[in-house]
């Protein structure tokens, strides 16, 4: 019996088949549980092209986690596919460019609350807006750089990434009544849409790749999926409002960066 067996689980964040997302819908799969993505707007047909490169082509359901009426909508159009949720994984973030790469200084408010808006509040979002559809003993993951260091050009992505962690320990402190926990997957830098964005992702890869004693493959996502696949299983029944770090033991040894 797999490790997800008759579990069913939101997945956002589905973009290209080499994302984080895609992977933990893979795995999830492969371990028995029912997946459902969601997608919204131009993104909403990529979406569903790479799903049918997934075991199983689970259902695409719309969810633009800034817009309250979808946020709303959410548990009606979860029910028409699944009768309930365990588990959700927040893959979901964005900055405007102005946001990154040596901006710091510069970047105007109104670019940075965009950050923080998609990239931390909507993590509390959408755990409020699936939680009508969760059972005791269910998970909300989500997925940081590790925000305790100022990386390279990272700049308010890293400030957001900060936010989402802290945001992860309050939800963990109020979902923990209802028997819900909420942990974050401190990944290593990988080669997905979202590393695009970054400016001199390449020091991240040196970094890692010199400094990691496991070593690091900024081209396997491999071990995250399988981390995020492991704290939406019952295997962790009592943790939450943590920090699973998952960067080849980075974190341990790199020091100052």
């Known amino acids: ?19 984080i997302a895609f992977h933990a819908a893979r795995v999830a799969q492969e371990e028995g549980a029912e997946v459902v993505l969601s997608s919204f707007g131009r993104q909403m047909k990529l979406t ?26 959410l548990p009606e159009r979860v029910k028409e596919h699944v009768d309930g949720l365990d588990g959700v994984l927040h893959s979901i973030g964005f900055a405007p460019q102005s946001a990154m790469g040596g901006n710091f ?25 699936a939680l ?16 305790r260091i100022a990386w ?11 936010a989402l962690e802290s945001t992860s320990r309050y939800l963990a402190r109020d979902l923990g009544p209802k028997g819900i926990r909420s942990n974050i997957v401190a990944a290593g830098p990988l080669r997905t849409t979202a590393a695009k964005a970054i ?16 070593g690091w493959d900024v081209r396997n ?20 409002g943590t920090i699973v770090y998952v960067d080849g033991g980075f974190q341990a040894v790199a020091g100052k960066v």
């Open 221 to 240: 996502p491999e071990p995250t999926a399988k981390a995020c696949v492991a704290l939406l299983s019952d295997w962790f029944p009592a943790t939450t």
């Open 199 to 214: 400016p001199t992702f390449e020091a991240f890869d040196e970094l890692f790749q010199t400094r990691a004693p496991l």
């Open 105 to 129: 200084l510069s970047t105007p408010w109104e670019d940075v609350a965009t950050a923080l808006q998609i990239s931390a509040y909507s993590y509390t979002s959408l755990a409020v807006a």
């Open 152 to 162: 390279p050009a990272y700049d308010w992505m890293g400030v957001a990434k900060a």
């Open 1 to 19: 019996m797999g490790l997800l067996e008759g579990k069913k689980l939101l997945v956002t964040g589905v973009l290209m088949d080499t994302s």
């Open 132 to 147: 009508p559809l969760m059972k005791e003993g269910g998970s909300v993951v989500g997925l940081t750089l590790d925000a």
């Open 48 to 73: 569903q092209a790479i799903a049918r490169r997934l075991p199983k082509t689970p259902p695409v359901i719309q969810l633009d986690v800034t817009s309250t009426e979808d946020l709303a909508a």
